[in-house]
């Protein structure tokens, strides 16, 4: 069985840092495709960054490009959330999630497994 256990998060002012982990279990890991989602409240899940099988390619929403960095490390079958100059409108619980193949995917329903989710909360 596949499970995604996801670690950090928390409460952070703005401009601060946070790093976010996710830990795979019950597959092969690094076959398949990654990615990280967040939900505030009463708004829909929505892509934040994804990342290759591999590591080479990584996706991310405009609304993070440059301050939020998504990594891999295969063989500890773990992803990472680097988030930077983190802003109030980050708010949100934040989900990792895996797919099924190798090939990217940005919507929610792309994605076969997810994580618990973690709150992540800015303060002005």
């Known amino acids: 069985q596949v499970q995604l256990v996801q670690s950090g998060g928390g409460l952070v002012q703005a401009g601060g840092s946070l790093r976010l982990s996710c830990a795979a279990s019950?597959?092969?890991?690094?076959?398949?495709?990654m990615g990280w989602f967040r939900q505030a409240p009463e708004k829909e899940r929505e892509f934040v960054a994804g990342?290759?099988?591999?590591?080479?390619?990584?996706y991310g929403a405009d609304s993070v490009k440059g301050r939020f960095a998504i990594s891999r490390d295969n063989a500890r079958n773990t992803v990472y959330l680097q988030m930077n100059s983190l802003k109030p409108e980050d708010t949100a619980v934040y989900y990792c999630?895996?797919?099924?193949?190798?090939?990217?995917?940005?919507?929610?329903?792309?994605?076969?497994?997810w994580g618990q989710g973690t709150q992540v909360t800015v303060s002005s």
């Open positions: 019950g597959r092969t890991f690094s076959r398949y495709f």
């Open positions: 999630a895996s797919r099924n193949r190798p090939s990217s995917g940005q919507a929610p329903a792309d994605y076969d497994y």
């Open positions: 990342i290759s099988w591999n590591g080479i390619s990584t």
